[in-house]
């Protein structure tokens, strides 16, 4: 499949750490990117590449792969990382991009 | 910094073509490190990748639209757009404009987005 798959629902205790991962066998060769979105707002990228932040972006958010399985951790998570994240890569093919349908984050 | 802008009709009808244009600034549309892309999010629903064009002309599109969509660069205008024809109420979505990095080096960036409605 060409597709990358993320868990519907995640939560996390205020201050904890939470990982999010996204699955597919693109991601064997492609780095995935993270977007959230915080409802009625565009995205907005969090990591991109191997594990790099736009400025802005707080350095309690990390991303990294293993296999065929790219995650995004939020170390210490805050009420305001509720939202939803979305990974974002390559197809195997390399020729189209994909997302992956979206992680709720719940921060109780 | 690059800086992406979309613009275009709010309103579409039904079996119509939906054209939107997207104007960057900060750096050029013929630069090697980025795809230019579209985006859409229907409303309450998750984000689809439309599709992406190369500055030395490639073009590759979602399968699903592939038969109904144009995508094009106008370099002199540091312009691109993006054209779906013979819509349906199922493309009423947010649109995104985007630069894509051509590799994990370069960080993509986003317009603010357009709703666009297929109504009658």
């Known amino acids: 499949s060409s597709a990358v798959t993320q868990d519907p629902a995640v939560s996390v205790a205020l201050g904890q750490t939470v990982r999010i991962t996204c699955q597919g066998d693109s991601l064997k060769n492609y780095y995935a990117n993270w977007y959230q979105q915080h409802p009625g707002q565009a995205p907005i990228l969090v990591i991109y590449?191997?594990?790099n932040r736009p400025s802005g972006i707080p350095d309690r958010f990390s991303g990294s792969t293993s296999g065929n399985t790219a995650s995004l951790t939020i170390t210490g998570a805050q009420a305001e990382d509720e939202a939803d994240y979305y990974c974002f890569s390559r197809d195997t093919s390399g020729h189209h991009w994909v997302f992956g349908g979206g992680t709720k984050l719940t921060v109780v | 910094q690059l800086q992406l802008q979309e613009s275009g009709p709010r309103l579409v009808k039904p079996s119509e073509t939906l054209s939107l244009t997207c104007t960057v600034s900060g750096g050029s549309i013929s630069s090697s490190s980025y795809y230019w892309g579209w985006i859409r999010q229907p409303p309450g629903k998750g984000l689809e990748w439309i599709g992406s064009?190369?500055?030395?002309?490639?073009?590759y599109y979602n399968p699903s639209l592939k038969s109904r969509l144009a995508m094009s660069v106008d370099t002199s205008k540091n312009q691109f757009s993006l054209r779906l024809n013979s819509v349906t109420a199922s493309d009423t979505a947010m649109y995104y404009c985007?630069?894509?990095?051509?590799?994990?080096?370069?960080?993509?960036?986003w317009g603010r987005g357009t709703l666009v409605t297929v109504s009658s």
């Open positions: 590449g191997k594990n």
């Open positions: 985007a630069s894509l990095g051509s590799s994990a080096w370069y960080k993509d960036s």
């Open positions: 064009k190369y500055h030395n002309g490639i073009t």
